[in-house]
């Protein structure tokens, strides 16, 4: 299915997720690190395009510091133009492309300054790293090539992300500093390694 260029990154500028920012405390949060995790995924490789299920993060040394289920039902704008994953799992925006595709596939996902969230590893994602996100259909690997804050609202400007690229991935979160929530998004933006 092809979508109008702008329309998977416009959204971005909205990714000022519901709960962004503060939630219940569960108490003092440490900030996000690199310890590893066990990895949950194999390198099956992919058949065809499907909806991704599960994500991981790595160094470039190769140990996983992240490995998170994806919400099974995708994120989709409210009628304010939000996305808001329903719980703390990362969720697959489903107006982005599928892994696979030949459009740019957008995650979405909460960052919290009092709680703990999956997506709050992003902070920690460095230029090298590969994000590895799996579907029904295998698992598609991806080469971080930059991160950083992005002003919420700047990509309805004219912004390179706005165009589709066949194996790009974008991870987004509302970004948290300091343990402060500011008036930014946080991304991630990597593209597939092809062998």
């Not at 949950?40 to 993060?57: D, H, I, M, N, V």
């Not at 009628?79 to 599928?98: F, I, Y």
């Not at 696979?100 to 999956?118: L, R």
Request: with cysteine; charged share 15%.
């Amino acid at each position: 299915m092809i979508r109008p260029a702008g329309a998977t990154l416009a959204a971005l500028a909205f990714v000022g997720l519901v709960g962004c920012g503060t939630s219940e405390s569960t108490g003092p949060v440490a900030p996000p690190d690199r310890s590893p995790v066990a990895s949950q995924l194999t390198a099956a490789p992919p058949s065809e395009p499907a909806p991704p299920t599960y994500l991981e993060l790595r160094g470039a040394d190769g140990a996983t510091y992240l490995s998170t289920s994806l919400h099974p039902d995708p994120v989709v704008r409210d009628a304010d133009a939000v996305l808001n994953p329903v719980d703390e799992r990362p969720a697959w925006w489903g107006e982005s492309g599928l892994p696979g595709s030949a459009e740019t596939v957008v995650v979405a996902g909460h960052n919290y300054s009092q709680s703990a969230a999956p997506f709050r590893a992003l902070r920690v994602v460095q230029a090298g790293d590969l994000a590895l996100l799996a579907t029904p259909a295998g698992t598609h690997t991806y080469r971080v090539e930059s991160v950083g804050p992005v002003a919420k609202g700047a990509l309805l400007s004219d912004n390179a992300l706005r165009a589709q690229v066949p194996g790009r991935l974008v991870l987004a979160n509302c970004d948290v500093r300091d343990g402060r929530p500011t008036d930014d998004n946080y991304l991630v933006v990597a593209q597939a390694v092809v062998d």
